[in-house]
RNA sequence: GGCCCGUUCGUCUAGGGGUUAGGACGUUAGAUUUUCAUUCUAGAAACACGGGUUCGAUUCCCGUACGGGCUACCA
C-alpha cells in the first residue's frame, strides 16, 4: 500500500516571502491536493541569528492570501506532528545526532572559527576526509582528551563523517537520476555548538518523524540531497525516504541570476505577495496585493513560470490547476520572471470579475470621495469601463467624470476643435437631445449625426470635442453608450456650462 | 577553482529522428473605435557551437561554449 502523500513547505523566517517561495508552496500545495494528500506548513527556524520579527505571520499571511493554505502547520492548525516550529522541536534532534554518533556515522569537532579559517586558507579544501585528520575532533583526539572536553562543557559541533570513496545516488523526479562521489562532500556541521540541529539534521529527522512523501524544493538544495540521502541511510529510514523534486529556479527579467528583492526595486515590480516592512531599517518593500493584483491571477501567473500543462490553456482557476498538474512537467531550466505578462493575467482576471464586484471596488473610492451613487448606476459604469484596465485601482482614474462633472476641458483637443462651426454644432445639439424622449445611444447617436449634417459639417469631426465638453478628457468609453448612462439632463447641462464656458 | 544542474523566438513555453518547428506575452503594420483602451487581421522573431550515430538530427550520444546553483556552526 502506497502511504498518504505529504509534502510541506518548510520556509525560514528570515524576512518576507519572495515570491519564488510562493511558488515552491504553490507546487507542493497543487501536488498534495492532486494526490488527497497533505500540505503541511513547517518553520525552519533553527538559526537564532536570522530570526526577523513579523516574518512568520507574512509567510501565513502570504499563503492565505494566495488561497494556498496548508491543512496542518503553524497559523494553520495543529495536526498529531505538532509542534511545526523546528525551534519548539529542539529537544527531539539530539538523540538522532547521538545516534549517528553512536553508530560511528558522525563525530564531535571541537575547532574554533579561527582553526576553521586557518585550515581553509592552508588547504583550499573543506573539512573533509584529508582535512579532517588535522582538526580537533573525536576522530583524531584521544577517546579520555574528547570525554574531557565534553565533560569541561566546552564547545563542539556534530559533523557527519562522509565516507571517502562511495557513489551517492539521488533520484529526483524532475531531473532523473544525479550521481555524486562523496569524496566531493563535506562532513557538514549537524549540530550546532548552541543545541540546535542545522537545516540538514532538523530537516531530514522533521520529514521523516512527519511522515512526509515528497520533497518538493527549490534547486539550490540539489548540491545538498546526497548529504540528506546519506542520513537516511545512517539513521536507518531509507525505506521511507522521501522522493525528491528539485525546482527550477526564478531568475531575473534582465541579466542572469536569481531573481531578488533588488530587482524589483530596479525594475519597478513587486517581488513579494504582500507589502514588506522590514521591522529593523523600516524599508518598505511592495507587494502585490498592495498593487492592487488579484490573488488568483498571481497564482495562475507563477503556476506557468516552470510547468505547463501541454496544453494551449494559460487561464487556470485553482481547483484547475489542482487537476491538471504533474511533477512531470515541471521544466528543468530556470524561468526568467516576465512582469508584463503578469499584468496580462490580471487585466485577464479582472475581466472575469462580474460588473457587481468591481462596482463593489469602486463604491468604496467613491465613498471615500463622499459620492453617492446607485450601484446600478455603478455597475453600468464599470461595465464600460472594465475593458480598458489593468487593475480595479484604476477604476476610478477612467470613470470619474460619470460621478463628477469636469472641472476643466483638455486643452488639446479644446486648441485643435473648438471653432466657430463646432460652436454653432454644440448650441444646436443641445435642443436636439433635449427633444428626444428615448435618450439611448441607439437614439442619441443618429441625432448628433444628423444634426451635423444639416449644418454641413462631419459629425466625426465633432465627436472627440463632444466628449471633451462633456467629460472633460479626450479618453473614453464608446461615446454614445456613455453618453445614454449619463442621461439626458446630465448631458445637455454639462454641454450648456461648457458652451458657456468656452464662449 | 571544484562539484552539480541546465540551454527551442526578446520572455514563458509546446514538440520531437523526416514538421511550413506550434501557442502565449511583448513587439511591428493594417482595420475598427476619428482619440485612448479593447477587438480583429497580418508580420518579424528560436532549435548555442563542434563532432559522432543515422539514409536523415533541432530531437539520441560525446565534447565545447554559455548560463545558473552550491561550495557557513544560513536556510
Known sequence: MTPKVRVRFAPSPTGALHMGGVRTALYNYLFAKKHGGDFILRIEDTDQNRFVSGAEAYIIESLKWCGIEPNEGIGFGDGVHAPYRQSERKAMYKQYAMQLLDAGYAYYAFDTTEELDAMRDRFNAPYNYVTREAMKNSLTLPEEDTQKRLLAGEPYVIRIKIPRKEEVRVTDLIRGNVLFHSAQLDDKVLFKSDGMPTYHLANVVDDYLMKITHVIRGEEWLPSAPLHVLLYKYLGWESV?????????????????????????????????????????????????????????????????????????????????????????????????????????????????????????????????????????????????????????????????????????????????????????????????????????????????????????????????????????????VLFEMVALLGKTEITERLKKAVHSLL
Open 241 to 477: 525516504m522521501p522522493q525528491f523534486a528539485h525546482l527550477p529556479l526564478l531568475l531575473k527579467p534582465d541579466g542572469n541570476g536569481k531573481l531578488s528583492k533588488r530587482d524589483g526595486d530596479r525594475l519597478g515590480f513587486p517581488v513579494f505577495p504582500l507589502e514588506w516592512k522590514d521591522p529593523i531599517t523600516g524599508e518598505i518593500s511592495s507587494g502585490y496585493r498592495e498593487k492592487g493584483y488579484y490573488p488568483d491571477g498571481f497564482i495562475n501567473m507563477l503556476a506557468l513560470l516552470g510547468w505547463n500543462p501541454g496544453t494551449s490553456q494559460e487561464i487556470f482557476s485553482l481547483p484547475e490547476l489542482v487537476e491538471a498538474f504533474s511533477i512531470e512537467r515541471i521544466s528543468k531550466s530556470g524561468a526568467k520572471f516576465d512582469a508584463a505578462k503578469t499584468k496580462w493575467f490580471n487585466q485577464q482576471y479582472l475581466r472575469m470579475r462580474s460588473d457587481a464586484e468591481l462596482a463593489t471596488e469602486l463604491t468604496a473610492v467613491l465613498t471615500e470621495k463622499g459620492i453617492t451613487a446607485t450601484p446600478q448606476f455603478t455597475e453600468r459604469v464599470c461595465h464600460l469601463v472594465k475593458e480598458k484596465l489593468h487593475f480595479a485601482n484604476e477604476l476610478w482614474e477612467n470613470s470619474h467624470f460619470f460621478f463628477e462633472a469636469p472641472k476643466a476641458y483638455d486643452e488639446e483637443v479644446i486648441k485643435k476643435r473648438w471653432n466657430e462651426e463646432s460652436k454653432a454644432f454644440m448650441q444646436k445639439v443641445i435642443p436636439v437631445f433635449e427633444a428626444l424622449t428615448d435618450f439611448t445611444a441607439a437614439s442619441t447617436e443618429p441625432a448628433f449625426k444628423a444634426t451635423a449634417e444639416s449644418l454641413g459639417i462631419n459629425p466625426g469631426s465633432q465627436m472627440q470635442l463632444f466628449r471633451v465638453l462633456v467629460s472633460g478628457v479626450g479618453g473614453g468609453p
